[in-house]
């Protein structure tokens, strides 16, 4: 099996063994052991959500640098339909374009007008496939599909296959270039300003076949070095410049308003999605086309890796979106083949208690017992994020009854009370001397 890459990583000189990751981890990816956080990188899903809740910053996502740039002859920044959020209303979009040329960056290609194609191909897709699964499921948030592979890959049939955005712009941007420059795609790298580290890893371990995006450059990264050459930087107008139904998607609903076609639902927040999720495993939302699924509440916008507030983002993109308005339609390609992804994704064994059924269906079964006999309050003192979770882990070999804080003292508390007990009992070869010497305190 393929090694696994993840961009969130941990550093353990600054983890102090709290038990915050482990009870937001949507996936149970995290333990702490020995007073450390360990990452289960086969259920490790890139979302970040670590990342939020650790006060001691001890999850942190690796991203490429500008560094990289200079491995290319032409190099195109490819900043995400949220990157425009994060400035002041008052600074034009030409001055921001400028300044990522001052960076080091050759061209400039918005996500966002990739975004606007990938509508278009959805919308045909929707409307030309009648019999497919219901809902079917946005391929845009990498981290939701990670989801799926880890926890439900009975819905791996409902992720519609149309490549992300990203992807499109990927190959686009290259396209372009290439035509304009006469340099061979290799000598062209692309590099998406990204708002999440699961856009990394989608970079950088593709759900199959090879990204068309090179690089993935943490949009906080480049904030502070950008703000400081916005007075200086020159205006850069785009020649392709995205409306506002491709700078949408950039917030949670803004892919189904771009969409609009058939009967959508919107749901972000990695939770939140879990629930949904868990809704159609069990048959539901039959009624609903196409579910647009964000890890993060409000959407990108929200992202681990963005600089800026998320409610104040959101103000922003709404003025964004309203403004971009009257963009002319731009000459995207429109083969439906052209954005369907090549490789299907399969699931990720990653909860699996063995590989073999027999020993998989008794560790199930002990798990279970273990679990009714915990005190299932799910404190998360065991490093484990649940009771049935440290079930689990010991039927696995990887935690012990012991490290449940509650079985621990009880099992002290009748320890104490047995040691109380025999020291009361006067051994029957021990006679008036040992009595004496008691009483007179030389002996316990």
């Known amino acids: ?133 219901r809902p079917l499921i946005s391929s845009a948030c990498p981290a939701v599909v990670r989801l799926i592979q880890v926890r439900f890959p009975s819905l791996l049939g ?94 949670a609903g803004g892919e189904n308003e771009a969409i609009r076609a058939g009967s959508l639902l919107a749901v972000d927040g990695i939770h939140n999605v879990i629930g949904v999720l868990e809704e159609i495993e069990r048959g539901g939302l039959a009624d609903i086309d196409y579910l647009e699924a964000q890890a993060c509440t409000g959407g990108c916008i929200g992202g681990p890796l963005v600089p800026q507030n998320p409610f104040v983002a959101r103000v922003r993109m709404g003025n964004l979106v309203k403004s971009h308005r009257s963009q002319e339609e731009w000459d995207f390609p429109r083969e439906l083949g052209f954005y369907h992804r090549k490789v299907s994704i399969s699931a990720r064994p990653a909860l699996k208690l063995a590989e073999d059924p027999q020993l998989a269906l008794a560790r199930l079964e002990e798990a279970e017992k273990i679990s009714r006999e915990l005190p299932g309050l799910d404190c998360g003192s065991c490093g484990s994020p649940s009771c049935r979770a440290l079930a689990e882990d010991i039927v696995q070999g990887y935690a012990r009854r012991s490290y449940c804080i509650f079985e621990l003292r009880e099992r002290l508390q009748k320890l104490a009370e047995e040691i109380v007990e025999l020291a009361q009992k006067q051994p029957p070869a021990m006679g008036r001397e040992w009595r004496q010497a008691r009483e007179r305190g030389e002996v316990d």
């Open 1 to 133: 099996m393929q090694p696994y890459f993840h961009s969130v990583r941990l550093d353990e000189n600054k983890c102090k063994g709290c038990t915050n990751c482990i009870k937001r981890c949507p996936t149970e990816a995290i333990r702490v052991r020995k007073g450390r956080a360990r990452i289960i990188e086969e259920r490790c899903i890139d979302c970040g959500e670590c990342i939020r809740v650790c006060p001691n910053q001890a999850k942190l996502a690796i991203t490429d640098s500008l560094e990289r740039l200079g491995e290319f002859r032409y190099t195109v920044a490819l900043p995400a339909p949220s990157f425009l959020a994060q400035f002041k209303s008052e600074v034009a979009p030409e001055k921001v374009w400028g300044g990522l040329l001052t960076l080091g960056f050759d061209e400039v290609f918005e996500v966002a007008l990739a975004a606007e194609a990938v509508s278009w191909a959805i919308r045909e897709y929707l409307q030309s496939n009648p019999d497919r699964p």
């Open 158 to 251: 409902h992720i519609i296959p149309i490549e992300s955005p990203m992807e499109i712009a990927g190959r686009l941007a290259r396209e372009r270039v290439c035509r304009m420059t006469g340099f061979p795609g290799h000598q062209v790298g692309t590099f998406f300003i990204t708002p999440c580290p699961a856009k990394v890893t989608e970079v950088k371990q593709p759900f199959g076949g090879i990204s068309s995006v090179d690089g993935a450059i943490s949009m906080s990264d480049l904030y502070g070095a950008l703000l400081r050459r916005l007075e200086t930087a020159k205006a850069y107008p785009l020649p392709l410049r995205a409306s506002g139904l491709g700078i949408g998607w950039g917030r």
